[in-house]
């Protein structure tokens, strides 16, 4: 049997994982990590995969015989608009792993706006014993943008913990006791909406999306008074300046923030400051790489069987 070309890696987070776990991963052909120095100036032209997460602008340019490209993690707009990109499929990172991660990461913020948890914190850096009455989970309804993988997966654990749960979806989905309305029906969405959950992908539809004109039609009479964005799918979809003003304007009444318009947030960025905003930095669902490595390792095992792969990006829609 002759030897399987290399797997190249281009993974620009936790180079220090991904080196200590590619040196075992991907057993029966090995892997060319881009990070590693020694690749510099390597010849790509015989790699047929390619694991890329934020890669370089001339990475296509040098691997010109890809048959199919995995994005490190399970969105793909760090791909999507490359020069040069090939007309070959992509694959996004869908993992249980993965999906727990964000679940977790969404419950939490919505139990931390729920109970009030930012003035909880003020009030014990002051050393005061402030009782909060919160209102139930029942009485406050979450609205999830975006009803794809990890959406309807954080839409069953935020009923399990008592919500009133709606979602929104390009396309209308059909999820069991839960009310679901297709893009068209936007504005009756977001009037039901005490809780704005956003877990869409970035495509020229959704940048720019969370903005001032949407937060102003979220309901206004729920049980927390005003309400709440929360946003986990890319920072791009927000503008941060509106953000900041409807807080200041009392439109919104907090935020949870895990992705920016550009990261690292900027030190200078007003939002650091705010009571009612909590701050993630882009670590609501890692990429785990071991996970990863055996999703990549799984596809293409099903690609060389000519089976067909899963999770290909529909480049039409841009996700
Ligand atoms: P999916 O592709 O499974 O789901 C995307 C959902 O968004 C679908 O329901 C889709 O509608 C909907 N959607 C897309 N465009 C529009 C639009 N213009 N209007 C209305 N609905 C739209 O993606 P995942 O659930 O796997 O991931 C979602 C995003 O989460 C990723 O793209 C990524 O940006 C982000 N992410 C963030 C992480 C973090 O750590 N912060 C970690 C992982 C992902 P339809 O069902 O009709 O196709
Ligand atoms: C992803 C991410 O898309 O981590 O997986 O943002």
């Avoid at 892997?31 to 370089?56: F, H, M, Q, V």
């Avoid at 869908?94 to 419950?107: A, I, K, N, P, Q």
């Avoid at 997966?153 to 929104?168: E, P, Q, T």
Wanted: hydrophobic residues 45%; charged residues 25%.
């Amino acid at each position: 049997m002759s030897a399987r070309p290399p797997i190249l890696v281009d993974i620009k987070f936790n180079p220090e994982g991904v080196a200590r776990v590619l040196k075992t991963a991907f057993a029966d052909r090995g892997s060319i990590n881009l990070a590693d120095p020694a690749n510099r100036g390597r010849d790509l032209s015989e790699a047929e995969y390619a694991l890329l997460w934020k890669p370089d602008a001339d990475l296509f340019q040098r691997a010109p015989n890809l048959k199919v490209i995995f994005s490190g993690g399970a969105g793909v707009d760090h791909i999507i608009g490359m020069d040069g990109l090939p007309d070959i499929s992509i694959v996004r990172f869908v993992d249980r792993s993965l999906t727990t991660r964000m679940s977790e990461w969404v419950v939490m913020q919505c139990l931390m706006h729920l109970r009030g948890q930012y003035a909880h914190d003020i009030s014990q850096r002051q050393r005061q014993w402030a009782k909060l009455i919160a209102p139930e989970a029942a009485e406050v309804t979450v609205g999830v943008m975006g009803l794809g993988i990890l959406g309807q997966d954080a839409v069953a654990k935020l009923k399990v913990m008592g919500f009133d749960v709606i979602g929104w979806s390009r396309t209308r989905k059909e999820i069991d006791g839960v009310e679901t309305f297709d893009a068209r029906a936007l504005d009756r969405f977001l009037a039901k909406t005490d809780i704005l959950v956003g877990l869409l992908p970035l495509t020229p539809e959704t940048t720019g999306f969370y903005n001032s004109g949407l937060f102003k039609k979220l309901r206004r009479d729920g049980a927390l008074g005003k309400p709440v964005f929360i946003n986990a799918g890319r920072g791009r979809s927000q503008v941060e300046a509106d953000i900041v003003s409807s807080i200041a304007d009392g439109t919104l009444g907090g935020a949870s923030l895990d992705v920016f318009e550009v990261e690292p947030l900027p030190s200078t960025s007003p939002l650091w400051e705010l009571e009612n905003v909590f701050i993630t930095p882009h670590d609501a669902a890692v990429s785990e790489e071991n996970a990863l490595f055996r999703h990549v390792e799984a596809q293409i095992a099903r690609f060389e069987r000519g089976e067909t792969l899963q999770f290909v990006v529909d480049r039409a829609v841009g996700y």
